[in-house]
C-alpha cells in the first residue's frame, strides 16, 4: 500500500484529499444537522460520501484523473451550494477549496473550474443582491483575494507539474542514448512475463543487441566516438521499429528491443532486418560497426528471469560463433539455440 503511494503521485494526492475531507469536513457536517442548516449538512455529508467514493474506486481501478475529475466537480457544486447557503461566511470555504482543486486535477483544468465557481458566485449574487456579498465592496474584495489565491495556486501547480514530468522523464531515461533504461526494462519484463499479460493470447520477443568489439572503437577512437556510436544505434532501432516497440539499455553496449505482438518468425524477422541496418548504416570514423543479436520469444509459464537468460545465451551463441549475426533461442532451454543468420565470411 505504500509502495503504491510512493509510485502514483495522483492516488496518493486523492488520498490525501480523501483524508483531510474526513478530518475537515465530516465535524462541520455534523455540527450543520445538530444547528438545523439541514441543507449545507446534506452537501457536507453528500461531499465526503463521494469523496470517499471517488477514493475507493481509485484504489480499486487505478482510473486517478477520473476519480479526480469527478470529486473537483462535486467540490465545486458543493462550494456554490455552501456558500449560497451560508452568505458571507461561507466565502471563507472558497479559499482552501482553491488551493486543494489543484491536488485533484491538472492546473489548467483547475483554473477553468475555478473561473466557472467564480462566474457561478457573480451571477447568483447579481440575481439575489445581499445574499452572498454584503456590499459591492466585499464582492470586488472577494473576486481580487480569491483570483490572486488561485493565480498563485496556479504558477505553483504548474510548476510542480513540470518538475514531477522532468524527474519522472530522468527517472525512466539513459541520459546518453535517451532509451528506456534498465529499471524501465526490469519493469516491463516482469509485466510481460507477470500474471497480468499471461492470459493474452499474443506473443512477446525479446532481442538483446550488442555491438561487437566496441572495446576497440572506444581504445582507438575515443570514449566520445563510443557514446556518439551508442547514440546512433538507439536512434537506428527506434527509427526501425514500430511506435509500440520500446528500446532499452540494458548496460554498457547491450540493448533490448521488446516485440509486442508477435510471432516468433516475424520476431527473427525483425531481428534480421534490424541486424542489417546497423551493418549498412552504423559506423564509426574508422570503420563499420556491427552488433550480435540474441532472440527469444517468452515461452508460456515462463518467469522473466528464465527469458532474458534465454536471449542472453541466444546472444553468446552469436558472439561464440564469429560475432555479427543473429541466433533465435530454442524455446525452454536457455543453452539451447539455434543460428539464424551466418557471420559473413568477410
Ligand atoms: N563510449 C562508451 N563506452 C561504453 C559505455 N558503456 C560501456 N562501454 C564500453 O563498452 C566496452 C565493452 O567491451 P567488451 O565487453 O569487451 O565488449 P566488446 O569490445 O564489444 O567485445 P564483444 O562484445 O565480445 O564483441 C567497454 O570498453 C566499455 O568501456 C558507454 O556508455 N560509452
Known sequence: MIARLQR??????????????????????????????????????????????????????????????????????????????????????????????????????????????????LLLAALIPGKIFLDGFQLVSFVVTSAVTSFFSYVFAYRMLVQRRQLESMAAQDALTGAANRRQLDQALEF?????????????????????????????????????????????????????????????????????????EEALAVAEKLHAVIDKELRSSQRTVSASVGVAVLAPGESWEQWLARADAALYRAKAQGRNQVVMAEMGNPAASKEATPAPCS
Open 192 to 264: 510481460a512475463a507477470g500474471s497480468g499479460r499471461r492470459s493474452r493470447h499474443n506473443e512477446i520477443a525479446m532481442l538483446l543487441f550488442d555491438l561487437d568489439f566496441f572495446k576497440q572503437i572506444n581504445d582507438s577512437e575515443g570514449h566520445q566516438a563510443g557514446d556518439a556510436i551508442l547514440v546512433e544505434l538507439v536512434q537506428l532501432l527506434q527509427k526501425h521499429t514500430r511506435m509500440s516497440d520500446q528500446v532499452y539499455r540494458f548496460g554498457g553496449e547491450e540493448f533490448v528491443v521488446l516485440l509486442e505482438d508477435i510471432t516468433q
Open 8 to 121: 502514483d503521485f495522483h492516488l496518493a494526492m486523492l488520498s490525501l484529499v480523501g483524508i483531510m475531507v474526513l478530518v475537515c469536513v465530516t465535524p462541520y457536517a455534523i455540527y450543520r444537522y445538530w444547528d438545523g442548516s439541514y441543507l449545507i449538512a446534506a452537501v457536507d455529508s453528500i461531499l465526503v460520501v463521494s469523496t470517499l467514493a471517488a477514493v475507493a474506486y481509485a484504489w480499486l481501478t487505478g482510473n486517478t484523473k477520473a476519480a479526480g475529475f469527478f470529486v473537483a466537480c462535486m467540490f465545486c457544486a458543493g462550494v456554490v451550494i455552501v456558500v449560497f447557503g451560508l452568505g458571507p461566511v461561507g466565502l471563507f470555504w472558497t479559499y482552501p477549496f482553491i488551493v486543494f482543486i489543484f491536488f485533484l486535477v491538472p492546473p489548467l483544468r483547475a483554473l477553468l473550474l475555478l473561473l466557472l465557481v467564480l462566474v457561478t458566485l
